[in-house]
Nanobody, 119 residues
Framework: QVQLVESGGGLVQPGGSLRLSCAASGSSLSSFTMGWYRQGSGKQRELVARISSIGSTTYVDSVKGRFSISRDNAKNTVYLQMNSLKAEDTALYYC?????????????WGQGTQVTVSS
């Protein structure tokens, strides 16, 4: 069982920056594909960024050039650096750990951390 705990959210002005962290316990994350998702008020949850076990990254178009996902397997932690934040980035951000293994497919979620971009 993997437990994920997000941190780093908060209130920031437009144009500002935040760095989200997702710390894992219960298992090593090194084999997992890690993702950051977000869900704004009245919206569906969407994938923001993903990083594979070998470090390949993908981003939703709306955050390309502004957000950066990274992982530190030694610390069992994944990060999301968010720059040039916009009001539309306001959402509850969730960390996800995904693994496809011989015995099945596994998905773990954190509880989320709120990001509010407002002046």
């Amino acid at each position: 069982q993997v437990q994920l705990v997000e941190s780093g959210g908060g209130l920031v002005q437009p144009g500002g920056s935040l760095r989200l962290s997702c710390a894992a316990s219960g298992s090593s994350l090194s084999s997992f594909t890690m993702g950051w998702y977000r869900q704004g008020s009245g919206k569906q949850r969407e994938l923001v960024a993903r990083i594979s076990s070998i470090g390949s990254t993908t981003y939703v178009d709306s955050v390309k050039g502004r957000f950066s996902i990274s992982r530190d397997n030694a610390k069992n932690t994944v990060y999301l650096q968010m720059n040039s934040l916009k009001a539309e980035d306001t959402a509850l951000y969730y960390c996800n750990a995904h693994l496809v293994a011989i015995l099945g497919e596994y998905d773990y979620w954190g509880q989320g951390t709120q990001v509010t971009v407002s002046s």
